[in-house]
DNA sequence: CTTGCCTCTACAGCCGCTGTAGAGAGTAAT
DNA sequence: ATTACTCTCTACAGCGGCTGTAGAGGCAAG
């Protein structure tokens, strides 16, 4: 009896992906097309455990699908220069940077309309008022007009 | 001669939001049915513009669709207690600060595995080894083993 | 009248999956 | 061998929040 052939179901749990998201993953060509049984099931090996790894790790990372394909393309020319992969992943670190800084000023912003409601009636919600008119928030954050109404 | 009505695109210059956007918020019911003109174009006014103004910052604040849907029930109720508003809002905040975490932990990682290379073939690159194995990333981020090649 | 932009509808596509339906395959216990 | 249960298969629709396209018609200035 030979070794038990790994299905997509132990694949998945192997590599933390979900088998639908495996199959997925074939389907826009991120993972190759694997060996199939006799019945048609997909048969994988340890370098699908390694690749799927390797994917989910860099989405975990928030790399795109289309950057990961890069990456995997030059995984295998290990003589080339490293410049392009460290490029792709300094483009990424520009990216989630950028986002980081959107998302403090949105938090700033929450915080400030949330912490200036003392309760009351909807009428004289400050939350409200902030959404309906940006002015109505000091400290302006994400662009327009600034500084209107202090005190 | 009256006064010329608003039809989308000065609609959609007022608040800041695309034309396509308004119709798809109109398709959503998120924006009312406008009135019509003889010939069949959407005609606003400016309670229009404060709707999508509305609308847009909480967009831009990173609210989802149906919590401006509720926000915008709330408005009309202008008697009732502004709790319910403020638990969107705080909901929204949590969201935001949630993200905002994970971004962080990502930048961490991404910054380690960029910092560490330090040029070469691709082969030696940390940046492919990191994302092939998150042990060789020191100071764990996201979950998994930590600290196992010190040194 | 022509030019050139604006608006209309209806529908497909984006990303990165997730869920569904309906069928067949594999495994374990009775 | 039968039942019961899980796993796998394909194909396709749906998520959120838009964006883009095609092909048609409206409208104001020169
Ligand atoms: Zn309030
Ligand atoms: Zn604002
Ligand atoms: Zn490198
Ligand atoms: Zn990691």
């Known amino acids: 009896m030979e070794l038990k052939a790994m299905t997509i179901g132990k694949l998945s749990s192997r590599a933390g992906v979900k088998v639908t998201t495996i199959r997925y993953y074939e389907s826009i060509d991120l ?5 199939r049984s006799e019945s048609g099931q997909r048969i994988y090996d340890e370098t699908s455990v390694e690749r799927l790894s390797f994917i989910r790790h860099a989405r975990d990372l928030g790399f795109p699908v289309e950057s990961i394909r890069d990456l995997i393309d030059l995984q295998s020319k290990p003589d080339q220069d490293c410049a ?18 959107q998302l403090e000023a949105l938090e700033a912003e929450l915080k400030r309309m949330i912490a200036a409601c003392e309760g009351g009636s909807v009428e004289n919600c400050t939350v409200l008022a902030c959404l309906s008119d940006h002015n109505n928030c000091r400290e302006d954050e994400h662009g327009r007009l600034n500084g209107l109404l202090e005190g």
Chains 1, 2 share one sequence.
């Open 31 to 35: 993972m190759p097309q694997p060996h």
């Open 84 to 101: 392009s992969v460290d490029a792709i992943a300094r483009r990424q670190l520009a990216n989630v940077r950028y986002r980081l800084n």
